[in-house]
């Protein structure tokens, strides 16, 4: 399954990719932590790994490293105004638990 991507989430990646002068995309993965087990790792692509899965939506690149793949696959990925706060939000199917903090989550 692909990683999914708002039109709000590739307009806000695409004008940092610009603010930023380089980069080829959005890269996202997981790394373990928190008290729930996993949390979301967001950063710039400026390059291409042989175990990366890249998805394209409206003119914005998705990467994925393949270790992170089973745990994102399906997921939507949003760009929201909530009150003063804008930021990335994660729609994850795969997520069967949050932490009480909302800074980890699960998967089965």
Known sequence: MAIQLTEAAARQVAAQLLKRGTGIGLRLGIKKSGCTGYAYVIDYADDLHVEDEVFEQHGVKVVVDAGSLSFLSG?????RREGISEAFRFDN?????NCGCGESFAVS
């Open 75 to 79: 997921m939507t990925v949003d760009y």
């Open 93 to 97: 199917p795969n997520v069967t638990a």
